[in-house]
């Protein structure tokens, strides 16, 4: 079981650590700053040791075992101690985009259907019709939620009280991780509250401007909206 550096504080870029299991090309450690692939967002990428981390994926024991998919080559042995880093301007971008998508959740009224975080661009799909879908007036929605500047926090609670309240969990295709006896909330006072495992900035002003570059139908129950960092 490792420790999850990034769920207390996104912002660790680096950290030491232990190398306890080794499968393949694919280390776990016994804490890490990656995040690894899950909740729609990207696993990191970066270095182990000075190899690089190609992925980041949950390992066999999840939620909290990680495994970090080196390039193939010399693989560091159980017990050694590493040197982990971050690939930094990707994961922020990650976290800027992924903090965009609760925005988005916010400004269209509709539940959500399924959503994905990469470096370069982020979408949610929404079970609504097109014609209640307007691209520039959610870009300035969101934009203003951008400029208002409002800090985001991060609290755990109980799978007890998630069950007892349902409407936590906004998208129907990303349950939250469960397991642990807890799950995280990420709350944008006035704006958001869900549970989500993700890395989150701390100021939606942070986020920086967006861009609503796409709405486009996936389906019946799947509208489309794909946002980029203007
Ligand atoms: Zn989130």
Known sequence: MAELLFREDPYLRSCEATVVAVHGDSVELDRTVFYPLGGGQAGDTGTLAGRRVLDTRKGPAAPDSVLHILEPG?????GASVHAELDWARRHRLMRLH?????LGAVVKAPVTGGRIAEDKAHLDFDIDMSRLVAAEIEARLNELVRA??????RWITDAELDAHPELVKT???APPRGEGRVRLLEIPGIDLQACGGTHVANTAEIGALKV???RS????????TLELA
Do not use: Y
């Open 213 to 215: 570059v796409r709405i």
């Open 99 to 103: 903090s965009a998508l609760h925005l």
């Open 74 to 78: 010399a693989t560091p042995a159980v």
């Open 172 to 174: 129907m295709s990303v």
């Open 218 to 225: 996936e389906g019946k129950r799947n509208k489309r909206i």
């Open 149 to 154: 500047a409002v800090d985001t926090r991060a």
